[in-house]
């Protein structure tokens, strides 16, 4: 994996060969003893970390390329004036870093398809190319082939987003802090009167007893180097020789300290305020701490901005005034430092409570469409009932018997028998009486 920083973050793996420094008199490890692995690097938390690493990996294996960049500064590596060496390096390097770079492509168009598929209609035409140009850390013109301009954007975008990590990491940190902060004083509200009083005063003997830890040196001082000296690395305190520390601190023999390197000599200072072991310990804060503490190295020490100390870098600051005087009130930790204002945490509470609301209301109808399904659902459930229960029906006459048909005359001919429930009975002949014919003598004589 890669460390952070410019060199560090994008070639210091390319000078992995260990520069031959002097001999040091170390105690010599007992036969039983294992000597510990360097620590790994943690990943640099780029999206395009594993690209980086394996275009690393392969410029590594070229001794062309390996000789130039040793030979290079700061300077020529963020011109791109190392990255025209390129077109010197060896063809089956070349190769292999074409088809990295074919796979990264192939990798961001699955990202960008998988993005914009979920968010727009399956129908919809998605222009990738035209998408790819929002990755800078490569050039979406030429898919197929790794140029100098490749290498060239690869290093100025990694440059520019490890710059930021640190600013981002902070930003993070601090919404952290409101949000718990936030939680607290919820709490702290719904309780009663007493309840709050008696939380109140735990709350506040808890942060007093976190308070109460001995006084931290200045990192970077010669008190706070001596620390490390005298209790991580066993030495004589009155011995202290600063190449001889630069030395043993340089884990990787590369002949830099990076931020990694520079932040494992802050564990003494920071185990005087923080014990993993106890839960009012945030182990968050420790880690804000530890950053805080390289930044100001970093900020002292590291003359050119590169973001790696060497020994030169590193003797010239234990040369100055301020490396021998130790502060007054030592290193002020972040209880001494908020990480946000009163005005912060008035808009931070404000966002959140616009979020909820807009949560709440999208649960809202959210909870009516779902009530809306169940009624459809029954409706639906009804009506497969209806059909079931009408096909059962169908299925029940299909298996009934059908009635015997009539049997045949003499001749062959069917006779009709009428079934009984269904036979016409015939109706009765009423005989109508004939009235009797009238004698002439009745008949007035105007009808003659």
Do not use: C
């Amino acid at each position: 994996m890669l460390p952070r920083g410019l060199l560090a973050a994008l070639l210091l793996l390319l000078l992995s060969t260990p520069a031959q420094p002097a001999p040091l008199d170390r105690p010599e490890p007992k036969k039983e003893e294992v000597q510990p692995s360097p620590p790994e690097t943690p990943d640099t938390g780029l999206y395009y970390h594993r690209y980086l690493q394996e275009v690393i990996q392969v410029l590594e294996t070229d001794g062309h390329f390996r000789e130039k960049l040793q030979a290079a500064n700061a300077e020529d590596i963020k011109s791109g004036k190392l990255s025209r060496e390129l077109d010197f390096v060896s063809h089956h390097i070349r190769t292999k870093l074409d088809e990295l770079k074919r796979q990264e492509v192939s990798r961001l168009r699955m990202l960008l398809k998988a993005k914009m598929d979920a968010a727009q209609e399956p129908e919809v035409q998605v222009d990738h190319l035209s998408l790819l140009k929002q990755f800078e850390h490569l050039d979406p013109q030429n898919q197929h082939t790794f140029e100098a301009r490749d290498l060239e954007l690869l290093i100025q975008t990694a440059t520019r987003d490890l710059a930021q990590y640190d600013a981002a990491h902070h930003e993070e940190f601090k919404r952290y802090e409101m949000l718990k902060e936030h939680e607290r004083r919820r709490y702290l509200d719904s309780l009663g009167k007493e309840q709050r009083r008696v939380e109140e005063q735990r709350l506040e003997e808890q942060k007093q007893r976190h308070r109460q830890h001995p006084r931290l040196n200045v990192p970077g001082s010669q008190a706070q180097l001596k620390e490390v000296w005298e209790e991580t690395d066993g030495l004589d305190p009155t011995e202290f020789n600063p190449k001889t520390f630069f030395r043993l601190h340089d884990t990787n023999s590369d002949g830099v300290l990076d931020e990694q390197e520079l932040e494992a000599l802050f564990t003494k200072e920071l185990e005087k305020v923080y014990d993993p072991k106890n839960e009012d310990d945030d182990m968050r804060e420790m880690e804000e701490e530890r950053l805080r503490m390289r930044e100001h190295v970093m900020k002292t020490v590291d003359t050119n901005q590169d973001r790696l100390v060497t020994l030169e870098e590193f003797l010239l600051a234990t040369q100055r005034k301020e490396f021998e005087e130790a502060a007054p009130k030592g290193w002020e930790t972040l209880e001494e430092h908020p990480a946000y204002t009163e005005e912060e945490l008035r808009r931070f509470e404000a966002e959140l409570a616009a979020r909820e609301a807009e949560l709440a209301a999208q649960a809202q109808r959210l909870n009516q469409e779902s009530k809306a399904l169940d009624h459809s659902q029954g409706l639906l459930e009804a009506q497969k009932k209806e059909l079931q229960q009408a096909v059962l029906h169908m299925e029940q006459r299909k298996q009934q018997p059908s009635p015997d048909p009539p049997a045949p005359g003499p001749d062959g001919q069917l006779l009709f028998q009428p079934h009984p429930e269904t036979e016409v009975q015939a109706e009765p002949v009423v005989e109508k009486e004939i009235p009797a014919p009238v004698p002439d003598s009745a008949v007035p004589d105007s009808q003659h």
